[in-house]
């Protein structure tokens, strides 16, 4: 491959003219999922736009293979009134294998379907941002709104609240400070976002998730 020399630090920074496709995400093994669900997986990848996505369905019923027994249980030690320690032992158990097994890749299936959606038919999109979403975190609705429509539209420009351009990128006190930010003002500031770009389907939007992600575990328990 070759090289370039950096003027005045007498340092040579290689330059690849080709991609080495043999360590490419191009031909790389698609490992999303931990295991193929037999009956489901057949009968519903015809539902998906493009069949490469069929990591990204196992997986979905993967989560849905360990969360909603998981979920059921925590409440069923709940509802039968078990011992406190095996009430918590349960609660921990539950989060932590979600936590472990799903939540990255969970994150970046819906970063990426957020981007390119998966399925043929819109309501089946919708099911990653307003039913997987709440399980690990995520505000119902919220995430698609927020960096696709906001955040990829303003180009991390004026009315880009996620803006980075304010802080400086190496520095601890500024991330500090921008998680913060982030976690206590996007209530307030997206809404805000919505009415100075005139985006009311997106505010219609946020407003019902933002309703019903707290009445969701409240309902429920």
């Known amino acids: 491959c070759p090289t370039v020399k950096v003027s005045g630090s007498g340092a040579r920074v290689q330059v690849f003219d080709k991609i080495d496709r043999s360590r490419s995400d191009l031909t790389a093994e698609r490992n999303e999922y931990h295991f193929r669900t037999p009956y489901f997986s057949d009968a519903l990848l015809p539902l998906l736009k493009d069949q490469r996505d069929g990591p990204m369905l196992h997986l979905m019923l993967n989560i849905v293979a360990v969360v909603v027994p998981g979920s059921l249980l925590v409440y069923g030690v709940n509802y039968w ?33 957020s981007h390119r959606s998966l399925f043929r038919n819109e309501w089946l999109n919708g099911l990653l941002v307003w039913c997987f979403a709440p399980f690990f975190g ?16 303003e180009n991390n420009h004026d009315l880009d609240i996620s803006s980075t351009e304010q802080y400086q990128r190496d520095s601890c006190r500024d991330f500090a400070r921008y998680w913060f930010h982030f976690i206590l003002l996007i209530w307030v500031e997206l809404p805000l976002y919505c009415v100075k770009s005139r985006r009311w389907k997106m505010g219609f939007d946020l407003a019902l998730g933002m309703d019903s992600s707290p009445d969701i575990p409240r309902f429920l328990s």
């Open 138 to 153: 995520v505000p119902c609705g919220l995430y698609k709104n927020h960096h696709v429509i906001m955040h990829h539209a």
């Open 81 to 113: 009134q078990l011992s406190g320690l095996v009430r918590h032992m349960t609660g921990v158990a539950y989060v932590l294998s979600v936590f472990i097994l799903f939540l990255e890749r969970f994150l970046l299936m819906m970063h990426f379907s």
